[in-house]
Antibody
Framework: QVQLVQSGAEVKKPGASVKVSCKAS????????IHWVRQAPGQRLEWMGR????????DYSQKFQGRVTFTRDASARTAYMELSRLRSEDTAVYYC???????????????????WGQGTLVTVSS | EIVMTQSPATLSVSPGERATLSCRAS??????LAWYQQKPGQAPRLLIY???TRATGIPARFSGSESGTEFTLTISSLQSEDFAVYYC???????????FGQGTKLEIK
């Protein structure tokens, strides 16, 4: 079945960067948008932004603008999320999720985020 | 920013009974609402999109409805595997926005 497989847990020190990968299986990565969502312990889900996996366009949540970067390696069917200048409040499980279909610049309306990756725990601690 | 507010925070229901979960948007969001189920240690799972359309493979006991800015997820006859946390999500492509409710924990009574 269609799935997204993420990289393993990370432990980082404050001020460092982390890069999480998200590999598409049983579908073509560049045919859909990828969204990144995080969930801090005991908190609600928090949307970080959207990535057009076809042309590489990005739309970041204002909260993360300047600190987050979305990229992809189409040949490896993998999307990436890099978060820099980490602080303790960034400790969370980070998810990628498939959004709407894309064709070039056009992103079709999403019909919910489906599927989601299994999540990557990022712990920021000195 | 649109705020999504879910109620109640915790709902205790017996297996076989009906569960009704609510989500209110701070302003009109048309039908741009989805519902997700999340079990401990797992990723969210899409249940409903466009307020009332069941996602692929979702049992018919799950249904969604809307009335203005109030949205409801109904589980008609609770099964043991339905006890989890449920989130509503508003999503809009233009302007681009995405916010989640704080979740409702559905527990066994």
């Amino acid at each position: 079945q269609v799935q997204l497989v993420q990289s393993g847990a990370e432990v980082k020190k404050p001020g460092a960067s982390v890069k999480v990968s998200c590999k598409a299986s049983k579908y073509t990565l560049t045919d859909y948008a990828i969204h990144w969502v995080r969930q801090a312990p005991g908190q609600r889900l928090e949307w970080m932004g959207r990535f057009n996996a076809d042309n590489g366009d990005t739309d970041y949540s204002q909260k993360f603008q300047g600190r987050v970067t979305f990229t992809r390696d189409a040949s490896a069917r993998t999307a990436y999320m890099e978060l820099s200048r980490l602080r303790s409040e960034d400790t969370a499980v980070y998810y990628c999720a498939r959004g709407g279909r894309v064709v070039g610049q056009q992103i079709f309306p999403t019909q919910g985020f489906d599927p989601w990756g299994q999540g990557t725990l990022v712990t920021v601690s000195s | 920013e649109i705020v999504m507010t879910q109620s109640p925070a915790t709902l205790s229901v017996s297996p076989g009974e009906r569960a009704t979960l609510s989500c209110r948007a701070s302003q009109s969001i048309s039908s741009n609402l989805a519902w997700y189920q999340q079990k401990p240690g797992q990723a969210p799972r899409l249940l409903i999109y466009d307020a009332s359309t069941r996602a692929t493979g979702i049992p018919a006991r799950f249904s969604g409805s809307e009335s203005g800015t109030e949205f409801t997820l109904t589980i008609s006859s609770l099964q043991s595997e339905d006890f989890a946390v449920y989130y509503c999500q508003h999503y809009n492509s233009w302007p681009l926005e995405c916010t989640f409710g704080q979740g409702t924990k559905l527990e066994i009574k």
